[in-house]
């Protein structure tokens, strides 16, 4: 190891007392970006504020109030519990919990199957998911999309339109239960080749073979990393990062060479021909030969001496779009197939890797059928084939008509019994929701048009839900609810529901459509927001306050959570308590509060200091 490369215990020390825990990642991050080895990271789980971050960013996640194995929730989150965790680590007596197997429906009809943690593996794998992604993100392959942040989908898709030009083959990718047979000899082979901390490396490694719980009946797990953990995504890309170095360091520079190919014969023959046409002075036959010519590839598309590769990688789906004979699309199919078998010990799916010609057949990849444009009308401001051999995105057929099915029967756009005792704001935020995620994610296809099907059978089961819940006529209701509003190019019609809240409070208001359905060539949607912490956030400042939010007592608080903002609405209740007024009037899902406020708040028999009636001071 050259000389400075060493993580020194000086610095290891320093950065172990740096309170800032932005700094700390970001010491890590350089580390990363310049390809220095890690030592001693272990150490890093011993900063509190590591914790406190991790815990403002998945506190609001809808898996957080969910039990894994034990009853164990966010609820009663505590400075204690972190530091119980951070004593544990110390010592090195820290054991996972097995997660709880559940299974949730695929598209294909399958189950897939769940793991979900306990809270305190929960937070202890996001502060670990923080470390790798500040150390491996600047390392990853800019191939690779997925579960990284200010990349996505879309960014992936993108990559394909704007660089992918001449695509002759296109090789869909998809490998077979990726998520379950990762090799956690692999895995931790490749975290040794960068982090040397055999106390880290032990941590995963126990981590990886915790096991799970089905039908409260123990399983070891051999091999693997359970999806629905919060580590699993950059674990996987670690893995995987292995792929993306082998195409990127043997598969595209075998298969990218030559500068450009050769003029095509038979049309520099006809625009030769077109020449001496238009000097003879034959300029009606020019002009045909000329747009004869305009039918053929300008460039010879045999070229021996020429051939171009691409690739793609978003989570265990990968793309390639090779320009050149099939023959050599098969091969390169079987290196992968060889490189994944003996390396990464994994299978590729025999059903869903195929080998599309780009011309004649549409390759899927991310919900999108992709296309090789051939237009030979369509030119640019020097009357050259703009779009020719240019990638396209299409939305799939198939997927507009299942959308619809949602809302039919019969053929027809029904009404949603199911929704019927909701209000007419939620109704209609709710059809809303569904319409709009899914244009959103379509916008980058060409004929993002054809989802007008999908919005006139959205409104009309809209509209006849709520005809149907207030016993009148789909026509009255257009007549309510309709309105025009205006967008960049032009007025669209949409439904909408406005709540009035009265006072100086804005009111509430619903909207379904507005939406314009116009392609856009650039990627927006990311898998998640850019994070920002540079400062923490409220519900730990809250928590690092020490004060009770109910009886005013000083000391170590817990914060009391709630699933949603709807369940403190119980029928039944008189007079709502005093924990419930707060966080109503507030509209947070979390109070922090002492030990005995918040016992008292699970038995629901009020403490006499902690739930006076905030108008009378009466006690309960």
């Known amino acids: 190891m050259a000389k400075g490369d060493r993580w020194s215990d000086d610095q290891n020390v320093q950065v172990r007392e740096m309170r ?3 700094t700390v990642l970001g010491v890590i991050r350089e580390r990363g970006r310049r390809r220095l080895p890690l030592e001693d990271i272990y150490r890093q789980l011993y900063n509190r ?37 951070i004593g544990l680590l110390r010592e090195e007596r820290y054991r996972w919990t097995p997660v709880r197997r559940t299974y949730i429906p695929k598209k294909s009809g399958k189950l897939r199957p769940l793991g979900i943690p306990t809270w305190s593996d929960k937070l202890l794998q996001e502060v670990i998911r923080s470390l790798l992604e500040a150390y491996y993100e600047p390392q990853f392959s800019r191939h690779s999309h997925g579960f990284r942040p200010g990349r996505g989908c879309h960014t992936a898709l993108g990559e394909i339109t704007q660089h992918w030009r001449g695509v002759k083959w296109y090789i869909e990718g998809d490998i077979v239960q990726c998520f379950d047979r990762l090799d956690h000899s692999v895995l931790l082979s490749a975290l040794n080749e960068r982090l040397h901390d055999h106390r880290f490396l032990r941590l995963l490694s ?8 089905e039908d409260w009946k123990y399983h070891g797990t051999l091999s693997g990393s359970p999806q629905g953990g919060v580590i699993s995504p950059i674990l996987s890309n670690v893995y995987l990062d292995r792929l993306d170095q082998f195409a990127e360091s043997v598969l595209l520079p075998a298969y990218n060479h030559g500068d450009r190919r050769k003029p095509h014969p038979p049309y520099m023959a006809l625009l030769n021909a077109a020449r001496r046409h238009w000097d003879a002075g034959h300029p009606d036959e020019a002009r045909r030969q000329r747009q004869q010519a305009q039918r053929l590839a300008s460039r010879d598309p045999n070229d021996p001496n020429f051939r171009r590769l691409w690739y793609v990688r978003y ?88 959308k619809c099915s949602r809302y039919m029967r019969r053929g027809k756009p029904i009404h949603l019994a199911a929704r019927l005792q909701e209000t007419d704001f939620s109704i209609v935020t709710q059809y809303q929701a569904e319409y709009r995620g899914l244009v959103q994610y379509y916008l980058l296809a060409f004929n993002v048009h054809r989802l007008w099907q999908l919005h006139w059978v959205t409104s009309l089961s809209l509209v006849k839900t709520l005809a149907n819940k207030f016993r009148t006529s789909a026509r009255q209701v257009r007549r309510k609810y309709q309105t025009t509003i205006d967008t960049p190019h032009g007025t669209l019609k949409v439904l909408e529901v406005v709540v009035e809240r009265g006072g100086t409070k804005k009111a509430l208001v619903a909207r379904f459509g507005g939406i314009e359905l116009r392609w856009q060539k650039s990627a927006t949607l990311d898998d998640r927001p850019k994070d920002v912490f540079s400062v923490r956030s409220e519900v730990v400042q809250r928590l690092l306050a020490r004060k009770c939010e109910l009886c005013g007592a000083e000391g170590d608080c817990q914060v009391h959570h709630v699933r949603k903002l709807a369940d403190l609405s119980r029928p039944g ?34 403490k006499r200091h902690a739930f006076k009636t905030e108008t009378t001071g009466e006690l309960r």
């Open 315 to 402: 989570a265990d789906d990968f793309l390639l779009g090779f320009s050149g004979p099939r023959e050599e699309a098969e091969r390169i199919k079987q290196r992968l197939q060889g490189f994944l078998r003996e390396t990464l010990k994994l299978e590729l799916s025999q059903e869903k890797t195929l080998i599309t010609h780009a011309r004649t057949e549409a390759a899927r990849f991310l919900g999108y059928e992709i296309v090789t444009l051939d237009a030979d009308c369509k030119h640019d401001h020097r009357g050259q084939r703009c779009i020719n051999g240019a990638p396209g995105l299409k939305v799939p057929a198939a997927v507009i008509r299942e």
């Open 206 to 213: 126990n981590l990886l073979q915790a096991g799970y719980l």
């Open 49 to 85: 504020e590591l914790y406190l971050r991790a815990y403002g960013r998945i506190y609001r996640n809808d898996g957080a109030m969910t039990p894994g194995s034990t009853p164990e929730t966010v609820d009663a989150m505590s400075l204690e519990k972190i530091g119980a965790i």
């Open 20 to 22: 800032n825990a932005e």
């Open 573 to 606: 209740r008189s007079e709502k308590p005093l924990w419930v007024k707060r966080m109503a009037a507030r509209r947070r899902k979390t109070l922090v509060v002492c030990r005995q406020c918040h016992e008292a708040i699970h038995r629901e028999r009020p």
